[in-house]
């Protein structure tokens, strides 16, 4: 974990030094990886998509390059003077409002719409090698957690095991939790609170030993960074549990091997051995869930076609199998078709026997 | 709070009363409120929209009613034996796969579409007199809080006050809990996450002695239902704090005065007392906001129109007033805003000088 003293530091020289190149009589610049769609690549060694070589540059006298050279500053600026040296974290859209000023002796704004300090920041990130949730920009707040875990956060000591129906709310960022006791097996994320309800109600983090982790909908940076924290430090065993469609395993193939829009971030959100434990076209034959079929839509057949031919994708047998039964089908079925076997029948039998029998998908 | 026992046994009764009438020989019906726009008023002595005085039937032997008469019996079924007598609680979706099985000797199934067994659950909502929430269905689960509260739930103590920047994962059903410590001067609840973290990380809830309530956009059921408890029981003043737009008003209108997709529940998720302190168009002025103006769009501005001429509205001077101003600036402007006055401005000057002076919107 890089302390909050030395982040504040990395910015001040990032603001050192392009004043000592002023002073030298030099073109104050800065360079960082770039991140646009031609230099992201599928590092088939570490399976994860990552930045390439490309390099880009904002010089200060540069026609072209001024007025991004003074944002990237600025928002270095605000950041470092109210966020890290007050230890106060804002939203992405906070930051906005704070570098959206008039440029003195001009009537022109520094930025206008949320994406250029969007982009700073992310520049930022790179140029740093900080992430943003170590800069204290936060990502959204999402999702609930249970389980035998205990940690300290703003000076409070929360135990996980006796928060009763609702759990901890996980907060957008998760970088300055001590993750004091964790005894677990592994962990099961799944993407739907309801389903994260039903489990947690059947006490099942208590009978089978895990942490039950839900957001609702897309995984959070937040969440993505609590599953490779639990992974990294303690070395657990993760479980995505999904749908039985196309969106189900791009949630998982996110956690496992990044996303475009996170490329230069890979490194710290993905997790390369994550494993899928949601419903499988093997799993609807097994336990006679045909009837319970959602049929497929065009977009839903277009988005297969897409996915399946991510680099990631491609060559996974497994995986294509299941596309394939998918079209075949014309189908889509949803984690909570199980609970037409009986309520708790998610708590006592798929999810027990598919954990024993070590039934995943990779 | 009715208890479990007693909800068990009021549909055990629904169910007699029609097992009687077949066994007099006589066509087995039931009654209800009906729920459609026409049936829906709003009571200006209660200022709710409440069900009117119109009244449906369903028969079994009804060409057009047997289906829907059936479906209403199983879906009441399914809550007796796989809900309430088990101490389970499950959604809407988990209802739907329950009931969605073969009529026995038929081709045809019970429920196609979920829509069914939702309809059905409302009509027993009427029927009943409990809410769905009672009848163990749970809706969505959203949101976080903080505060100076101590509840017991599911066998938990939680100590609402010691839960570092998460706080508690607010659950779909709140209605078993106990509040058994409550020491809050009011509730504050506010539609962005992000708002909710800052007034959080700035023990905005210590130093004023309140509450903290987020959601992440709309306001759930049991959100809902926790700022009505807090009313309920405690007498606690509930203030609603949004973005200066038509959104943040309708927003605030529905927890005042209910809407029209749950006017059958009114009585119990309303709360006529809320007060709005969200950013006013004369906040704009007062703290020179302008500069922030969001132009509005086509659709704000027809849906200006449409909630100005809501009964609710239509005779509030101060609210129609918003409306205007509204439009003359052809603009609205978000909470976060105020982070362009310094992060904190919010917690340290806007709202406890509001809320000081009572400069509350009704």
Redesign the interface.
């Known amino acids: 974990m890089v302390i909050k003293l030395e982040r504040s530091k990395i910015l001040k020289e990032f603001g050192l030094k392009l004043v000592e190149q002023a002073k030298r009589g030099k073109n104050p610049k800065f360079s960082f990886p770039l991140r646009n769609l031609s230099n992201i690549v599928y590092d088939q060694k570490s399976k994860t998509l990552k930045l390439g070589d490309k390099v880009g540059t904002r010089e200060f006298f540069n026609v072209a390059h001024a007025k991004k050279f003074l944002q990237t500053v600025e928002v270095a600026s605000v950041i470092k003077k109210?966020?890290l040296d007050?230890s106060?974290?804002?939203?992405l859209?906070?930051v906005f409002?704070?570098v959206?000023?008039?440029i003195p002796g001009t009537k022109v704004?520094l930025v206008e719409e949320q994406t250029e300090s969007d982009k700073c920041i992310e520049d930022l990130e790179v140029i740093t090698g900080l992430f943003r949730e170590q800069l204290n920009v936060?990502a959204?707040?999402?999702?609930?957690?249970v389980g035998n875990v205990v940690?300290?956060?703003?000076?409070?000591?929360?135990d996980w095991g006796?928060?009763?129906?609702?759990?901890?709310?996980?907060?957008?960022?998760v970088e300055e939790?001590k993750l004091k006791k964790v005894n677990a097996d592994y962990v099961l994320y799944m993407e739907k609170?309801?389903v994260?309800?039903?489990l947690n109600?059947?006490k099942y983090w208590k009978k089978h030993n895990c942490i039950l982790i839900?957001s609702?909908g897309q995984t959070t940076r937040g969440i993505r960074r609590l599953l490779q924290r639990f992974y990294d430090e303690f070395k657990l065993p993760i479980y995505v549990l999904c749908d039985g469609d196309i969106y189900g395993a791009y949630i998982y193939s996110v956690i496992k091997y990044g996303s475009i829009a996170l490329a230069h971030a890979s490194e710290r959100l993905t997790i390369p051995s994550v494993r899928y434990v949601g419903i499988t076209m093997d799993d609807v034959e097994k336990y006679q869930l045909q009837?319970?079929f959602i049929k497929l839509k065009e977009a839903d057949y277009a988005r297969i076609k897409q996915v399946s031919e991510y680099e990631w994708f491609k060559d996974n047998k497994e995986w294509q199998r299941q596309f394939k039964k998918m079209k075949e089908y014309k189908a889509k079925v949803?984690i909570?078709?199980?609970?037409?076997k009986g309520?708790?029948f998610i708590s006592e039998t798929y999810l027990p026997e598919k954990i024993k029998k070590r039934e995943f998908l990779d």
Chains 1, 2 share one sequence.
Request: hydrophobic content about 25%.
């Open positions: 109210e966020l007050t106060k974290h804002s939203s859209r906070d409002y704070m959206k000023r008039t704004d936060n959204d707040k999402k999702g609930s957690v940690i300290e956060d703003s000076g409070d000591t929360i006796k928060l009763g129906s609702g759990g901890w709310s996980i907060p957008s960022n939790i609170a309801a994260w309800e039903r109600e059947d839900a609702q009837k319970h949803e909570q078709s199980l609970s037409s309520i708790s």
